[in-house]
T-cell receptor, first 113, second 115 residues
Framework: DGGITQSPKYLFRKEGQNVTLSCEQNLNHDAMYWYRQDPGQGLRLIYYSQIVNDFQKGDIAEGYSVSREKKESFPLTVTSAQKNPTAFYLC????????????FGSGTRLTVV | AQTVTQSQPEMSVQEAETVTLSCTYDTSESDYYLFWYKQPPSRQMILVIRQEAYKQQNATENRFSVNFQKAAKSFSLKISDSQLGDAAMYFCAYRIADSNYQLIWGAGTKLIIKP
C-alpha cells in the first residue's frame, strides 16, 4: 500500500536536546510538508520541499531544520533553539497537481520533559 | 493575502440530525481547489470532500455535501444524519490550482455529536 509514515508516534525531549522526526513516503510524490499543531488549533507550516535537495521555510521555521536528500524522505529536526517544541507534528505530501489535497502521516507527539 | 475563515470554533448536533459548518475564504484567483478535512481524536487528518472552483455543481460524498458559493467565497459543509463517529475537528482549506502553491488552512471547527 502506498502511503506516508511518521515515526516515532511519541517522542520525549530533554531541555537542550535536538531530536529528529522521521517522515517517509512511497507515493513517489515530489512535494512534502511539515506542520505543527498546538492543542485546539489549526496547522502551521514549518518547512516544505517541492523537490529533492531543495526546501523552503514556512511560517514558523525558527528552531527547526530539515533535509531532503531522497525523494521519499523528509526528516525534521527540532533544535534546542526551539523554545516551545511541545506539540503535534504532521507530515504531508501531495501529487504533482495537488488537486486531491494532501495525504497526511499519522503524526508525532513531541513532549519536552 | 489569501485567508480561510471558520467562524464557528465549536458546533454541536444531535445524533441523526443535520449540521452545517461554515467556511469563507479570500482570494483573487479564479482557479483553485477547496477541501474539508476531518481530524478525529486519533489526530489522523482525513480528507472528507473536495471542490474544484470551476465546477458549479456542489460536491457530495455520501452524507457529506458542500454548498459552494463562488461569488460569495463561501464553502460550507453539510453533514446529514450525524453519527457519533463524525465527532472531530473539521478544517477547511484552499489551494490555488498550481503545483507551487500550498494549502491555506482555517482554524478549525470542533463538532460535538450528542447521543
Amino acid at each position: 500500500d502506498g502511503g506516508i509514515t511518521q515515526s516515532p508516534k511519541y517522542l520525549f525531549r530533554k531541555e537542550g536536546q535536538n531530536v529528529t522526526l522521521s517522515c517517509e513516503q512511497n507515493l513517489n510524490h515530489d512535494a512534502m510538508y511539515w506542520y505543527r499543531q498546538d492543542p485546539g488549533q489549526g496547522l502551521r507550516l514549518i518547512y516544505y520541499s517541492q523537490i529533492v535537495n531543495d526546501f523552503q521555510k514556512g511560517d514558523i521555521a525558527e528552531g527547526y531544520s530539515v533535509s531532503r536528500e531522497k525523494k521519499e524522505s523528509f526528516p525534521l529536526t527540532v533544535t534546542s533553539a526551539q523554545k516551545n517544541p511541545t506539540a503535534f507534528y504532521l507530515c504531508a505530501t501531495h501529487d504533482e497537481l495537488g488537486s486531491y489535497g494532501y495525504t497526511f502521516g499519522s503524526g508525532t507527539r513531541l513532549t519536552v520533559v | 493575502a489569501q485567508t480561510v475563515t471558520q467562524s464557528q470554533p465549536e458546533m454541536s448536533v444531535q445524533e441523526a440530525e443535520t449540521v452545517t459548518l461554515s467556511c469563507t475564504y479570500d482570494t483573487s484567483e479564479s482557479d483553485y481547489y477547496l477541501f474539508w478535512y476531518k481530524q478525529p481524536p486519533s489526530r489522523q487528518m482525513i480528507l472528507v470532500i473536495r471542490q474544484e472552483a470551476y465546477k458549479q455543481q456542489n460536491a457530495t460524498e455520501n452524507r457529506f455535501s458542500v454548498n459552494f458559493q463562488k461569488a460569495a467565497k463561501s464553502f460550507s459543509l453539510k453533514i446529514s444524519d450525524s453519527q457519533l463517529g463524525d465527532a472531530a475537528m473539521y478544517f477547511c482549506a484552499y489551494r490555488i490550482a498550481d503545483s507551487n502553491y500550498q494549502l491555506i488552512w482555517g482554524a478549525g471547527t470542533k463538532l460535538i455529536i450528542k447521543p
